[in-house]
């Protein structure tokens, strides 16, 4: 039995009431929750151990880094990267997807050349490369997307030439909630010998995984998305490539000697963590997926399935109700319109009755564009919602719905 009453116990935001209602929140896909665990690191963090990293020899400092490094190695282990110097500690999967397309670009990437992304990306997976692509004079290719949410693959295996120098993909998107069939797709990618960056952002808090199985060059992620602080986040990248790239941003850390003609570079994986570290996070960070591993992935995945399921299937039964994205295999998010309606006043009374959900476009605006719509309302769920909630919500939804 998954112990939904002790987990919800963890997590002391989820006793508050919104507008004198209990708080039902339905919008972990934004952002998670934090369990106590979690902010007491903060505070031991501030409170005892509070110094800066790398740099000194005095006791604090000591273990500070001990506890940042230790981070370091809980986040390989977490998704079973062979290395924890293959590690790159970054403020968010933003950050970490900027990151890449800089140092990738300045390196790989010329005139002519083209990498592929999917039209179902992701802003933070479509911007850095625009940007990326418009310096070099470089091109996009884009995966499409079927009505049902899922991505056209049979395209997608045409898409590839001999000037496609990178793909990057979530592996769940934050929108349509659709699981991408990202073994296959690496595997499509490396065929051409392509190296693979796999947007994590929305699979890492559902789903196991395993960077070695999945054979990926990169993998991204944001702590916040997982029940860590936000600010952390992470670029786990194969040693090779890592090694091949340059460097983002320069200055303390990421150097082994300056002098005022030259600087030589320091190791993985200092050579990308320029400046002092968000070190007090980090290690927040490793706290948080020792209690994500406490509970143990394969539950959550196993809990948040049953939810996501008993939600599709009473919000099916909502006349007036569209879900928008039907992809069989999905996880963490539902996005729906409702006939009549804006999102945007449906979330607005769901909150008066406590409920948070997300409205808008979910920073994917062309999967609007595709669809033709202004924006969904998409629920999204975390290792503490329960059953309860998901008939709560319908219930609530139901009668919303039925108001417009
Ligand atoms: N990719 C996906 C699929 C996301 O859902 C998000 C966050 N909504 C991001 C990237 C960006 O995450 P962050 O804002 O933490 O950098």
């Given at each position: 039995m998954y112990p939904i009453e002790a987990i919800r116990?963890?997590?002391?935001?989820?006793?508050?009431?919104?507008?004198?209602?209990?708080?039902?929140?339905?919008?972990?896909?934004?952002?998670?929750?934090?369990?106590?665990?979690?902010?007491?690191?903060?505070?031991?963090?501030?409170?005892?151990?509070?110094?800066?990293?790398?740099?000194g020899i005095h006791s604090l400092s000591q273990i500070s880094t001990d506890l940042y490094e230790q981070a370091r190695e809980r986040v390989r282990a977490f998704i079973n990267a062979p290395q924890s110097k293959e590690v790159i500690f970054t403020k968010s999967v933003t950050e970490s997807l900027n990151l890449l397309a800089c140092s990738f670009g300045e390196a790989y990437v010329g005139e002519g050349d083209e990498i592929i992304l999917s039209a179902?990306?992701?802003?933070?997976?479509?911007?850095?490369?625009?940007?990326?692509?418009?310096?070099?004079?470089?091109?996009?290719?884009?995966?499409?997307?079927?009505?049902?949410?899922?991505?056209?693959?049979?395209?997608?295996?045409?898409?590839?030439?001999?000037?496609?120098?990178?793909?990057?993909?979530?592996?769940?998107?934050?929108?349509?909630?659709?699981?991408?069939?990202?073994?296959?797709i690496i595997e499509i990618a490396h065929a051409h010998k392509v190296p693979v960056c796999v947007d994590g952002a929305q699979s890492v808090q559902h789903t196991p995984i395993d960077v070695q199985a999945l054979d990926c060059d990169f993998f991204a992620f944001s702590g916040h998305k997982i029940y860590a602080p936000t600010g952390i986040g992470v670029l786990w990248g194969k040693e090779q490539w890592l090694n091949a790239l340059p460097p983002y941003q320069g200055g303390g850390g990421m150097i082994k000697t300056v002098s005022l003609a030259h600087t030589e570079y320091n190791v993985l994986p200092f050579k990308f963590e320029a400046g002092t570290p968000n070190y007090v996070?980090?290690?927040?960070?490793?706290?948080?997926?020792?209690?994500?591993q406490s509970i143990g992935i394969q539950e959550i995945e196993k809990h948040e399935h049953t939810l996501i399921t008993h939600a599709t299937k009473r919000m099916q039964h909502i006349e007036g109700l569209?879900?928008?994205?039907?992809?069989?295999?999905?996880?963490?998010?539902?996005?729906?319109?409702?006939?009549?309606?804006?999102?945007?006043?449906?979330?607005?009374?769901?909150?008066?009755?406590?409920?948070?959900?997300?409205?808008g476009t979910h920073c994917t605006e062309p999967i609007m564009q595709f669809y033709n719509i202004p924006a969904t309302a998409r629920v999204s769920f975390g290792l503490y919602n329960s059953m309860e909630e998901i008939d709560f919500f319908a219930d609530t939804l139901q009668k919303v719905v039925h108001m417009f």
């Open positions: 116990k963890d997590f002391p935001i989820l006793t508050q009431r919104i507008h004198s209602n209990p708080l039902v929140y339905l919008d972990s896909a934004a952002t998670t929750q934090k369990p106590q665990c979690v902010i007491d690191a903060l505070v031991d963090s501030y409170s005892r151990t509070n110094s800066n990293i790398h740099r179902m990306e992701h802003h933070s997976n479509l911007v850095p490369w625009q940007m990326m692509c418009e310096r070099k004079k470089a091109t996009i290719r884009f995966v499409p997307l079927f009505e049902s949410g899922e991505l056209d693959i049979e395209t997608y295996k045409t898409l590839f030439s001999k000037r496609t120098k990178l793909v990057s993909i979530a592996h769940v998107s934050n929108s349509l909630g659709t699981v991408n069939p990202i073994k296959e996070d980090a290690h927040a960070l490793g706290v948080a997926l020792e209690y994500v569209h879900i928008i994205g039907n992809a069989p295999n999905k996880a963490g998010a539902i996005s729906f319109t409702v006939h009549g309606a804006h999102p945007a006043d449906i979330g607005m009374i769901l909150d008066k009755k406590g409920i948070a959900i997300r409205t």
